[in-house]
């Protein structure tokens, strides 16, 4: 793991990195109450699958992970985008299909990709993940790299047999890979418990003969700490760990569905807890941050925020022409 620093503004290092996560916390929180609002006053239209309520395991995620380490996501990835730096402009351009987007607005929300950021894959098929992070960890071993592969997914995912077949060969093989199952208690519209016998998530591990931590998914710094171990294995050869970060979602599967499933004294209770303000009395009350700081902390997300959204509704939608583009690695010209 690289040291922390004190950052340019001589902070001590430890303020300065709970002040980054905090930051990374409030960026995802902003971008996905605006897309919320935004759709729901008809401002601009896309699809999306909200993340809101689990920022605090991505921000722990974005601020552990090296640039060089690797992420393969899901569809509900908003969270985890921003965390490994992908820019607003290219997420927000994929969701609604304009040419700044990661893959030119071609991909969509499901699809959202930046190798140079680290991110190898956002994926729509729930499971589907897993292999291939073990792919991308198994390459890094045999390239003998300081690299280490992380897969996020949530809790439905661990009952797909693409899932057990991964966590094996990860295991067996001892490759460089950290599973982190954000377990927000529902899959899609079902709750665990109908899902599992089991009653916490980790204690599949054991199954495969891997570490297995469960670990509070609102609490950044808990997150962080977990993570940090478990990379720090990974690279030393130790092999796989599974985290599971038990979280809540705040938003329905999809933006629009109206939860009926979910009963209102949880959701509630949920709510009260949010992890955003949570963290913001944590640094205040620590002194870490002023109330001031932490105000221009949340304007500095909100503008950042706007900011990307005035550039992808001014830029294009695909052309025709991009049909033909990014199809093959050497160009092809067809007879006409």
Known sequence: MRAESADPHGTPPVAAAERRLYELM???????????????????????????????????????????????????????????????????????GRTVGAGRGKGGTMHIANPDKGVMLSTGIVGAGPPVAVGLAMSGKRKGLDRATVVSFGDGATNTGSFHEAANMAALWDLPLVFVCQNNLYAEMTPTSDTMKIK????????????????????????????????????????????????????????????????????SDALAADPVPRFRAKLADAGICTDAELDRIDADAAAAVEEALRTVLGADSPSAEELERDVYATPIKFPG
């Open 200 to 267: 916490q998530v980790v204690d599949r591990a054991a199954g495969y003969g891997m570490p297995g931590v469960r670990v509070d998914g609102n609490d950044p710094l808990a997150v962080k700490s977990v993570l940090a171990e478990a990379l720090t294995r990974a690279r030393e050869g130790g092999g796989p760990t599974f985290i599971e970060c038990v979280t809540f979602r705040f938003r329905g599967h999809y933006f629009g569905d109206r939860m009926p499933y979910i009963p209102k004294e949880q959701l």
């Open 26 to 96: 409030v960026l995802m929180k902003v971008a996905d109450d605006r897309l919320s609002k935004g759709i729901a006053t008809g401002e601009f239209m896309c699809v999306y699958w909200p993340s809101r309520g689990q920022e605090a395991i991505a921000a722990a995620m974005g601020a552990t992970l090296r640039s060089d380490d690797q992420l393969v996501t899901t569809y509900r990835g908003l969270h985890d985008l921003i965390g490994k730096g992908v820019p607003l402009e290219e997420i927000y351009g994929e969701m609604m």
